[in-house]
């Protein structure tokens, strides 16, 4: 892992919720942001943990669980560079309740509460956008819900691989390890496989490993509908 410094107000100046904040007022925010570097397999947090604040990701991925008494992990979300978790429990005052786990080597931003906090108090703009980006991740989760209820694993793989194909592009690495993806869309790995091999039998995909070939855009459409 890349062990050299970052310059916090330059990242915090790309991400959405601060993007519009002058040099002073990012240089407060940097005064209550402290950088997490985290190896492939480390712990951001545990479910029961306290939020005392949220956490930005700058490079590499967060797996966002849940884990059964008997061990069985349930992937919640998968957050990757520019994005953002913690914030809805850090203004609940509650405990984490999912573990965050790095999937690669990755570096994180933690925004302390107090600061946010501070900075609602000076800008009501700056909440607008807090309440926009909790409204956004709802929707997601809404969406998520609606297609664990109502559509079929072959579907919700189809509009997975779409949703990730680059635009115009025909090729992909999978942002995870199979089974934590399969997980992701509410599959038993055994079940996400076998719908990636029936893709391919009907010619639609290729894969090998972690990289995917797209070869029919319009029947992998037809197959996600």
Known sequence: MDKSKIKVQTFLSRVPL?????AEELDRIALG??????????????????????????????????????????????????????????????????????????LLL?????TIFREIDNDSSFAHKMLAGLSQRMHSLMCDMESYSLRSGTQRVAAYLLREFPDGGDQFTLAASKGVLASRLNLTPEHFSRILADLCSQQLITFKGRQISLLDRAGLRRCAE
């Open 18 to 22: 601060f993007a519009s904040m002058r």
């Open 33 to 106: 942001t402290t950088e997490v570097r985290l190896e492939r397999g480390q712990m951001v947090f545990e479910r029961g943990d306290p939020c005392i604040g949220f956490h930005q990701v700058v490079f590499g991925q967060i797996k966002l669980s849940f884990t059964s008494a008997g061990g069985a992990e349930k992937v919640i979300e998968l957050i990757g560079p520019g994005h953002s978790f913690g914030e809805a429990l850090m203004f609940m005052g509650s405990p984490y309740i999912v573990s965050a786990q790095a999937t690669e080597d990755t």
């Open 110 to 114: 933690h925004v302390a509460k107090p």
